[in-house]
Structure formats: C-alpha cells, structure tokens
C-alpha cells in the first residue's frame, strides 16, 4: 500500500521505536471496528509495513448491540479484502446489552482470535483523546491515580498476547482529518451520539465546554497527565510491593513498627495489596482506611467488619484479620 509520508506517519514510527512497543517481523492482529480511529491506525500500520517487516491482518469483533453490527462486519472484511490482509472475527454468542458489557467482552475474543491465528501482539486505535476521556471518566467516579493513569501504551491480555495502543499521542481531531486526507470510508456509528451514555456526554458536552473555555489543547494536556501519573503509580506500586514484604515477614499479619516508618501513600498501597489477598471482593477506599488508622492506634483496636465478615485487630505491634465471632 503506497501513501504520503506524513507527520502522523513519522510520528507512529518514532514512537514505535522510543517505547519499543512492537518489534519487526512481529504477527500483529489490527483491532478494526471501521470507525476513524481503527482506520487511521490500520492505514499508519500498513503504510509502516515495508520498514518494519510486520505480518499484519485484520481483527473485527461484532458485539451484536446493535441493529448494524452484521453489515459493520461485512464493511470491514471488505476493507480487509481491498487491503489484501487476512480478516478474523468474533461474533458475540449472544447480544451484549451495553458499551459496558461490549467492552469486557472485546479484549478476550480478540486475545482469542490472536491465539488461535498466532499473532503475539493486539493493536488497538485509542488515541490521546480517549485517554483524556478515561482520565476525566475515572476522576469523577472518585478514582485514585491508579484509575486516572487511564489506558496505558501496552499491557498483557494473556501470557502469549499483548495489547498494544500506538496512537496515545495523536487525538481524534488527527485521526479525523487523517481519515479525510485519504479518504478512508468511516463506517458512521449512531451510537456515538447518544447522550444516554456517560463517555459520550463527557466526549461531546464536557470537553467540547473546556476546549471552548478553557483550553483547546485539553485532550492533549489530560493525555499528559495520565502518561505522567503512570510513571508515578508504577513507581508507588513497586515500593509498597517491598514495604508489604516487609511488614508481613513471615506472620499472618501487618507489622505496625514497619508500616509506621513509611509515607502515607505507601501505607495505604501495602494495605490495600493485603487486603486483596483476603478479601472476597475488591478493596475500597473505604476498606483500606479502616486498616490504615490502625497502624498508630492503640492496643485492641479494631475496625467495622470488612467484607465477608471479618475485622480487622491490632495485636500489639500486628495487625491481625480475624473472623468476627457471632454474640
């Protein structure tokens, strides 16, 4: 496939080669929904293809939420024939009610396909602007700096696959005009209109009000953020791995005299890792806080039952989960 070079092109392959995301030669299986974003990445990766030696095919999964998910699908294989590269899809055994479920479903049929056909990476067309949204998403749902770290540039999806977003730096204002530059057919999704959907209201109402009003460049800038903040938990999370290790030694418990010595934010992480480990549901913020102010409290202290009943007890310099006794 012959193209113009252009800045998004020589942007993608200076990115690919600093964050060393993909490698040449490798099997890669283009997440392709027919939507600008998913077509913008699939034409920079074909475009790319001659320099990097990739084997390169199509992935498309039809969620079946909407009406034209079967002549979705049939657009994209066709543009999979046009570009000449093998076309895999996974149907959905049953219709998925919502985006929500639509997305838990997506990433394991498409590590599916990838296992099945032998491609070791999946990538997937978010861009900047999505992290944005997803930073912005999280935030006012009370997420931590976990949450506002938003999508990341590649993360395992299985221990054979990985999934890669090589577009995090280039917002969908760029796939936009990319796609008009060469007139690559967008196939329209409704649904990205529909305001009953919280991404949609904040993509469409929140940030069009804070380019207008505030900053033009928001998407960019949140984008930033996010990338800065995961430099930021992947540190935290590695030191309260080791300030855990600490405290636990080889006691059923929390030593309070190694917990005491650390920063708050450590604190806190090593809690909540604890907690995960013992708890039958995830740990909230909530949850870790209750163990967190007994770590300087005194003697015989314990907090309000955790899920699945038990509490948690300072004995002397531990902290202990004990199983509540019934009166």
Request: hydrophobic content about 45%; glycine content about 4%.
């Amino acid at each position: 496939m012959t193209s113009t070079w252009t800045l998004l092109h020589a942007g993608l392959h200076r990115v690919l080669k600093e964050r060393h995301l993909l490698q040449q030669h490798q099997r890669l299986l283009m997440a392709v929904s027919g939507g600008q974003d998913s077509l913008c990445l699939a034409k920079l990766l074909l475009d790319l293809q001659p320099k990097w030696q990739w084997d390169l095919a199509i992935g498309h999964c039809d969620h079946r939420w909407r009406t034209d998910s079967a002549a979705n699908a049939a657009f994209v294989q066709e543009l999979a024939q046009t570009w000449q590269v093998p076309y895999f899809q996974q149907t959905a055994m049953t219709k998925l009610e919502s985006e929500a479920m639509a997305r838990a479903w997506r990433y394991p049929a498409l590590s599916t396909l990838a296992q099945a056909n032998g491609y070791s990476a999946v990538v997937t067309g978010h861009t900047a602007s999505d992290r944005a949204e997803t930073l912005l998403f999280n935030l006012v749902r009370g997420s931590g700096a976990d949450g506002l770290q938003a999508l990341t540039w590649k993360r395992p999806l299985t221990p054979e696959v990985t999934l890669v977003r090589p577009l995090l730096e280039i917002t969908r204002a760029e796939t936009a005009e990319f796609c008009r530059q060469f007139q690559l057919p967008i196939w329209p999704d409704a649904t990205n209109q529909d305001l009953s959907y919280a991404r949609n209201r904040i993509r469409l109402e929140v940030f069009s009000y804070l380019r207008t009003h505030f900053n033009p460049q928001v998407d960019r800038t949140l984008a930033q953020t996010a990338e800065l903040l995961h430099a930021d938990v992947d540190y935290l999370e590695q030191a309260a791995a080791k300030l855990l290790q600490q405290a636990q030694g080889e006691e059923a418990g929390l030593n309070r005299k190694v917990l005491q010595a650390a920063p708050i934010a450590l604190q806190r992480r090593a809690v909540r890792r604890w907690l995960e480990t013992l708890l039958p549901v995830a740990s909230s913020f909530e949850h870790v806080e209750k163990v967190v102010v007994l770590i300087t409290a005194p003697n015989c202290s314990q907090s309000d039952p955790l899920p699945g009943g038990a509490i948690a007890r300072v004995e002397g310099d531990w902290i202990r989960l004990k199983k509540q006794v019934a009166p």
